[in-house]
């Protein structure tokens, strides 16, 4: 059965440094989001990535984010410039088609432990 | 703003009986409700996906109920086993795009 792969499963940084977060969604899908998940808090939506363009973000993805699709497969998070609140668990999900009753597929994460 | 509410006490319950947690919402009018299942350190698991329109969907040993009057959503599991032992968490769609807001989830520890 096809599944959303996330590297790497685990990333330790220093406050400051810049990190990416790679992800592969299903091939056939179409949109694609991050999530993030602070230690015992709940998930959280980051940004929405339809058609080669953001289509949706919250109020935590500010200037220090940024995803990309760089080539057919990948789907990456960037995060500029680490701060220590931005450890947490990230999660890629992938979703096919634009119909409102399409589950979104959840990638295992990267847990991101800033220092 | 919207709310999601789940039980953030964990749950136990004697195998073989049934389970059941509660997700209440407000200020909201979802077109549907998912329910997820999340072992530590893993990534949420989609286990069944509830319309608006629908009062009950069942799936195996699971049943979700979604009373829009009420603004909840039951999920049952049938049977407990304790390998039904993780958190669970329903998620609403937002606006455009579908993207998700999620309750905190419910921990279920299921005994022998």
């Known amino acids: 059965e096809p599944e959303v792969t996330q590297t790497p499963s685990h990333q330790v940084t220093q406050m400051g440094q810049e990190v990416i977060l790679r992800c592969v969604p299903i091939?056939?899908?179409?949109?694609f989001y991050w999530y993030r998940q602070i230690l015992g808090q709940k998930v959280e939506f980051l940004v929405s990535?339809?058609?080669?363009?953001?289509?949706?973000k919250s109020e935590i993805f500010d200037d220090q984010f940024s995803v990309e699709r760089p080539d057919g497969s990948n789907f990456t998070l960037k995060i500029r410039s680490t701060k220590l609140e931005d450890s947490a668990m990230y999660f890629c999900?992938?979703?096919?088609?634009?119909?409102?009753?399409?589950?979104?597929?959840f990638g295992p994460g990267t847990r991101l432990l800033v220092l | 703003s919207q709310k999601i509410e789940q039980n953030s006490e964990a749950l136990n319950i004697q195998e073989g009986k049934t389970a059941t947690l509660t997700c209440n919402y407000t200020n909201y009018s979802p077109a549907y409700l998912q329910w997820y299942r999340q072992d530590p350190g893993r990534g949420p698991v989609f286990l069944l996906l509830?319309?608006?329109n629908e009062k009950e969907k069942r799936k195996e040993r699971l049943k979700v109920t979604f009373d829009t009057t009420l603004k909840q959503s039951l999920f049952h599991i049938t049977a407990s086993q304790p390998a039904d032992s993780a958190t669970y968490l329903c998620a609403l769609p937002m606006d455009s795009n579908y993207q998700l807001i999620w309750g905190a989830g419910t921990k279920l520890i299921i005994k022998p």
């Open positions: 509830i319309r608006e």
């Open positions: 091939s056939n899908h179409l949109y």
């Open positions: 990535f339809y058609n080669n363009e953001i289509s949706e």
């Open positions: 999900a992938s979703r096919m088609t634009s119909g409102s009753f399409e589950t979104q597929y």
